[in-house]
């Protein structure tokens, strides 16, 4: 059963030993407990607590009084296991016979060991330093021997690398090798040192093959020329007659697969055709309406790599838009690049198909605000797949009139490089893992602004980044430049679990504790590493995480609105008074935990909860980081 853990809270209050007296005589007087005032009741003192606690030391001994019980049997257990297997093991050597004979007939010992013996070989050379050649015959024979570095005597086929100078066994000089066998070192044969030529090497390499080297031996006749000249048209039927049957077969392939490939795509009942073909118009070109569709003539086949397309006006977009959308399943592992050369007025209902990586929509030009992307319908939706990224570079989207929403959803990186002055009246986007913002957003008067699931949202743009009558944030992360004036003007603001981080939001230097502090509370190192830490790295953390720091020149700081259920405030204490002076930071709503202060001159740990905490002893040469802990 498991142990149900008292949590004892100290009581609370002013005066607590506080006692009021009645009934007052020579020999008694009768006391009752009345402080102050009581802020916490604390855990009371009774059997029923001090009860639990002996329960749960009785039943830790029953328990470890169990397992030792249980460790015992185990042990014992496995004594008896290793026993009979030790008993087992001996029988089966004991079955194995020294010389294996009619009534056993396992493989004897001796054999085993002789085999093995007869298969091992080393190789030998002259000293420790690994030269692995002796000199002649003679010096091998004579030793000594290293194997590895190691002196070894040779055994039963070691062998070794000598210099032959015995004109009988050949070339003079040569490098044979040796075997050591029935205790003699004997030349076994010569080992091969000439290297390839050079027209050797090119034969290897040549991919030379059976097939062409009989084509070699037996050329085809060629037509050639008689006494005037002329090659006979006799010579050349004769040249080509063996090779027409195969290029008349292979163009009725070629045909054929083409009649195949067209066949019923074309509707024949359509005007400007002639018995059933289609015909070229004045122009010489082939009609739309009877051309096969893309995906008629792609059937089988998958669009992949870089896909661009060149848009110069409604037309060209809107048959882009028509092609992407008939070949949903043929994208695999594709870019699509849609290059803008004019302002276009279009529906802007787009669904990225999921073998497309990356959509890019850019201006061809490359330069930045003079092409548009002007929406007509009510409703534009840019939906895209965890693993697409949409790049909308050095083009603005816009809108045909004041009633316009433009929605991105479900991608996994979105690039906006371009701002949104005055295009829409509602804009949302969420479910995206990362959103990049190049300058701000900002919608008609009565506009609203929607960000949700947006795990990373930055901004370059030193203003407001988003500008409307409402703007509405969850479960975000922002990351703006240092000199951003701000997240939203909106007067309606609704934001939920968002934090929003400036660059260089922690630049708190902790000065080391001096070396009697060290020693007198050795804790002290300790905390001011870890201080380091959380300056260095805490702007990084993802998470319910707020970061800050106060004004030099107030000596008051008050969480801001959307923060009330941040898990981890850090906050730097910073002053402009070369004298002590108090910093004092308020909670919009009461704040329940603990802090950790780190001071060139204090580090501690202390329970807060309340609405307000006061730092004293602040001074412009004194800065702190204060981190708040909600339970």
């Known amino acids: 059963m498991a142990y149900n853990k008292t949590i004892w809270k100290a009581r609370k209050g002013s005066n607590l030993n506080r006692h009021r007296k009645e009934d007052e005589t020579a020999r008694s007087v009768i006391l009752h407990n009345e402080p102050s005032s009581v802020t916490e009741p604390g855990t009371p003192f009774s059997v029923q607590n001090m009860n639990n606690i002996e329960d749960g030391i009785e039943n830790a001994h029953e328990t470890l009084a169990a397992q030792e019980q249980s460790l015992n049997a185990e042990t014992a257990a496995r004594r008896l296991g290793d026993e009979a297997l030790q008993i087992i093991a001996d029988h089966i050597m004991g079955l194995i016979p020294n010389q294996a004979n009619i009534e056993n007939l396992l493989a004897d010992k001796n054999f085993v060991n002789s085999t093995v013996s007869n298969v091992a070989a080393w190789f030998l050379t002259p000293d420790s330093l690994g030269d692995f050649q002796w000199a002649s015959l003679e010096a091998l024979r004579a030793g000594p021997w290293y194997s590895g570095g190691t002196p070894k005597q040779p055994t039963q086929n070691d062998y070794a690398v000598f210099i032959n100078h015995d004109p009988v066994l050949g070339s003079v000089n040569s490098v044979w090798r040796a075997l050591f066998s029935d205790g003699l070192w004997s030349p076994q044969y010569k080992i091969n040192d000439t290297p390839f030529t050079a027209a050797q090497t090119a034969a290897l390499n040549s991919n030379i093959t059976a097939a062409l080297v009989e084509k070699l031996a037996n050329p085809e006749t060629i037509p050639t020329e008689n006494s005037a000249g002329l090659i006979t048209s006799g010579g050349i039927f004769a040249w080509f ?10 163009a009725k392939n070629i045909i054929g697969a083409i009649n195949e490939l067209f066949d019923s795509k074309i509707d024949k009942t359509e005007k400007g055709k002639v018995n059933g073909v289609a015909t070229l118009g004045s122009d010489g070109i082939l009609a739309q309406n ?9 059937e089988g086949s998958f669009l992949t790599g870089l896909i661009t397309y060149n848009v110069s006006d409604a037309a060209a977009w809107a048959a882009v838009i028509n092609t992407i959308n008939e070949n949903l399943t043929l994208y695999q592992n594709a870019e699509i690049m849609i290059m803008l050369s004019a302002n276009i007025t279009v529906d802007f209902n787009l669904t990225v198909p999921e073998g497309v990586k990356k959509l890019t929509i850019r201006n061809e030009s490359l330069t ?26 050095y083009v603005r989207l816009t809108a045909a009139s004041s009633v316009k929403t433009l929605n991105f959803t479900n991608f996994n990186s979105v690039y906006l490089r371009e701002y949104m002055s005055n295009a829409y009246t509602a804009l949302t986007l969420s479910n995206i893992n990362r959103l990049e913002l190049a300058s701000y957003i900002s919608l008609t008067s009565s506009g609203t602004i929607t960000l949700e699931n947006i795990p990373h949202v930055s901004c370059a743009y030193s203003g407001v980044v988003f500008q409307g009558a409402s703007f509405t944030a969850k479960n975000c992360n922002f990351y703006l430049t240092q000199a951003a004036a701000g997240l939203s003007s909106a007067a309606a603001q609704s934001i939920n679990n968002c934090p929003v981080f400036k660059e260089n939001d922690l630049q708190v230097t902790i000065a080391a504790p001096s070396a009697s ?9 300790g905390l001011t590493a870890l201080a380091q830490i ?14 800050a720091k106060t004004d030099a020149y107030n000596t008051t700081f008050t969480i801001p609105l959307g923060y009330e259920s941040a898990k981890i405030l850090a906050i730097t204490l910073l002053t402009a008074s070369s004298v002590n002076t108090s910093i004092t930071i308020n909670f919009r709503t009461a704040f329940a935990g603990s802090y950790v202060l780190f001071r060139a001159d204090v ?3 202390s329970v807060f909860n309340g609405s307000s905490i006061t730092f004293s002893s602040m001074n412009s040469s004194n800065e702190a980081l204060v981190i708040f802990f909600r339970n």
Not at 290 to 298: E, G, I, N, T
Not at 517 to 525: E, L, M, S
């Open 603 to 605: 580090s501690s740990v």
């Open 290 to 298: 009877q051309r096969p569709s893309a995906s008629d003539v792609l």
């Open 241 to 250: 007659g063996a090779h027409i049957n195969t290029l008349k077969t292979a």
């Open 517 to 525: 502090d060290v020693q007198a509370t050795p804790a002290a190192r």
């Open 368 to 393: 930045s605000t003079t092409v548009r992307i002007i929406t007509r319908s009510g409703n534009s939706d840019i939906k895209g797949h965890a693993g697409c990224d949409l790049d909308i570079s």
């Open 534 to 547: 959380f300056a260095n790295n805490i702007k990084h953390l993802m998470g319910n995480i707020y970061t």
